[in-house]
């Protein structure tokens, strides 16, 4: 079936340009997560939204960052006047939002964000 | 310190070893742990799921103490194509009920033949 779709894959931006990444989640999930992954590292939580209400957007580094999900599906993270520290990978992830603690987050394959 | 820490490598392994990867986790409410592989420019993939003492799938074994508050992760007769990095993720219940998720900085494992 099919996956989490992300688009763009790749997105050069120039410092100081609105960018905006989209996320098509599983259908029928609730949940849906956003990371930011940097060059080396793990991925760090960005915002969770459970349908259409973001309930934690605890991990949002600035209020530069953006996300929405206004009809419980498709969700866009917006960055705003993009500095070069944005550089990275912004992952999508969802899940049932059934399972508690064991619910699987499905990961979708990212866009390379590269600010210049 | 961090909230999940994992040793970062590279393991370089001959082909057929087998290879233990640890991951330390700090919240002691986290009741789900996760072992992810990620390979190059791609997305991190769910290998296994850990919820109480262990858990077994094929070649691949998951142990969790919770006491010590560490994941472990074994690979036996090692492929190949198990070349990859490896996630160590760790649920982080919320109020919001969200469970997201904490990785580690993720391991790289280099199988050679």
């Known amino acids: 079936g099919a996956g989490v779709s992300q688009s763009p894959r790749y997105k050069v931006a120039k410092r100081g340009q609105d960018v905006a990444l989209r996320c098509d989640p599983i259908s029928g999930h609730v949940s849906l997560f956003w990371y930011q992954q940097a060059l080396g590292q793990g991925p760090e939580f960005l915002t969770y939204?459970?349908?259409?209400?973001?309930?934690?957007k605890s991990g949002l580094p600035s209020d530069r960052f953006f996300a929405e999900r206004p009809e419980g599906s498709v969700s866009t993270l917006k960055i705003q006047r993009t500095q070069q520290e944005d550089s990275a990978v912004y992952l999508c992830?969802?899940?049932?939002?059934?399972?508690?603690?064991?619910?699987?987050?499905?990961f979708g394959p990212g866009t390379r964000l590269t600010v210049l | 310190r961090k909230e999940v820490e994992q040793d970062p490598g590279p393991f370089n392994v001959p082909e057929g070893a087998t290879v233990a990867f640890n991951c330390t986790y700090s919240n002691s409410a986290s009741q789900s742990f996760f072992w992810y592989r990620q390979d190059c420019r791609k997305e991190p993939k769910l290998l296994m799921s850990v919820y109480s003492s262990g858990n077994e799938d094929g070649r691949f074994t998951a142990q969790l103490n919770r006491a010590s508050q560490y994941i472990s992760l074994l690979i036996r007769d090692s492929k190949l194509s198990d070349s990859a990095t490896y996630l160590c993720a760790v649920n982080s219940p919320s109020r919001f009920g969200n469970e997201k998720l904490t990785f580690g900085t993720g391991t790289r494992l280099t199988i050679i033949p």
């Open positions: 992830a969802s899940s049932t939002g059934t399972g508690g603690f064991t619910d699987t987050q499905y």
């Open positions: 939204f459970q349908n259409e209400a973001q309930l934690d």
